[in-house]
């Protein structure tokens, strides 16, 4: 097997955009990343074999006319139809046409191309077309990234993939340092501090397309439960939550701002109170836990060895088929692919 990791992006948005930016960039820095090198991989091991989205504004046309001042190697990939199993998006349906191709074609074509992952990171909501993509992926014979909440990765799929010696990682990727995973370790560390939380609120309002299609309710409703229970994980007592996204305000751009509000009680019950905000840019906050997720799960394929699968989906997504508390999934993560 090469050891160079092969993708195969879905949805050419905001993060793809990024990564094939962050791809060019840290040929020759490693500033800004997180971990330079895991299981023996750095960003120069990566290699975009294709890429495919269904908004007929970028079918058909090359990735540099996409991402602006594109030097990379990638340039040329020329963006191909993905599978449409949804209602289109408002985006795409204001601004034009939709443009895919048949579920058989798409196997075909991923067949052809034989990547090493299949990178889901279509727009929030489309949620048959993720499930299609995790199903074309194990029967073209390549591993399936989830960066979307839709629910792909299970014990049953998990058994599938590993069959044919591929995974799959998912659900709903946990940014570097976004509201979820910064509200996850202040409560850690309250926690370890001996503070028990009982009430807490973290709201979210951000500027981008993938904010903008959230606000659909049932999208809302259903990254609004992930992200309370990824958060309850942390406390050691139930509190009462609510955490979510709750305003598109187009002004913020690829911003986002959480606006975090926690009640909890020390000794003799006495209040700790705290209110902060916490501004990030979404795709750049993505892109190093996808690249770290993508070298350590190269690893485990090649070697065949599955038993660290559960370790790089707790690490990298809110919604894991194992949920692991956030303090113990870094050092696990570390443990296993930095050395
Ligand atoms: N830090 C982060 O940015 C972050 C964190 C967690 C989850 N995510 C998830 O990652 C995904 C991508 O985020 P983004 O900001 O790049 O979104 P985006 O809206 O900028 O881009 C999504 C792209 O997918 C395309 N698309 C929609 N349906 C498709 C289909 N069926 N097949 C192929 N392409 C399709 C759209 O046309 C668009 O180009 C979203 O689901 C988002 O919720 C992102």
Redesign the pocket.
Same mark, same amino acid.
């Given at each position: 097997m090469s050891n160079k990791i092969s993708l195969a992006l879905? +949805?050419? +948005?905001?993060? $793809?955009t990024t990564l094939v930016k962050g791809l060019e960039f840290y040929k020759n820095s490693t500033e800004g990343l997180w971990h330079p090198k895991i299981g023996g991989l750095t960003l120069n091991d990566f290699v975009i074999s294709a890429v495919? %989205? @269904?908004?007929a504004s970028?079918v058909g046309k090359s990735i540099s006319n996409i991402v602006k001042n594109s030097k990379s190697d990638f340039s040329n990939l020329t963006v191909q139809p +993905? @599978?449409?199993?949804?209602v289109v998006?408002p985006? @795409?349906s204001q601004n034009g046409q939709a443009k $895919?191709s048949s579920y058989d074609e798409f196997v075909n074509s991923l067949k052809k191309i034989k990547p090493d992952f299949l990178v889901n990171? @279509?727009? $929030?909501g =489309?949620e048959k077309?993720s499930e299609k993509?995790a199903k074309a992926a194990l029967e073209a014979g390549c591993s399936f990234f989830n960066?979307?909440?839709a629910k792909t990765a299970t014990d049953k799929t998990r058994k599938d993939f590993e069959s044919k010696g591929t995974m799959i990682l998912g659900d %709903?990727? =946990?940014?570097q340092f976004?509201g979820t995973a910064f509200h996850r370790g202040m409560i850690d560390f309250m926690a370890s501090r001996g503070i028990l939380l009982r009430k807490a609120y973290q709201l979210d309002v951000g500027g &981008?397309?993938?904010t903008q &299609?959230?606000m659909a309710e049932e999208t809302r409703e259903r990254k609004r439960q992930i992200k309370t229970e990824s958060i309850a994980i942390e406390s050691p007592i139930p509190f009462m939550s609510t955490a979510g996204t709750t305003e598109y305000a187009e002004q913020l751009g690829d911003s986002r701002v959480s606006y975090y509000w926690m009640e909890a009680r020390g000794f003799l019950g006495s209040p700790v109170e705290l209110d902060l905000s916490l501004r990030t840019n %979404?795709?750049t &906050?993505?892109c190093n836990v996808i690249v770290d997720a993508l070298r350590a799960a190269k690893k485990v394929t090649t070697n065949k060895d599955f038993t660290k699968s559960d370790i790089i989906s707790a690490y990298a997504f809110k919604n894991p088929p194992k949920k692991m508390h956030i303090r113990e999934c870094i050092k696990s993560f570390e443990d296993a692919f930095t050395n």
């Open positions: 879905v +949805g050419v +948005g905001n993060v $793809s495919y %989205d @269904i908004d970028k +993905g @599978i449409l199993d949804d998006p985006h @795409i $895919s990171l @279509i727009s $929030s =489309m077309s993509y960066a979307t909440a %709903d990727l =946990m940014s976004g &981008n397309q993938d &299609n959230t %979404d795709s &906050n993505g």
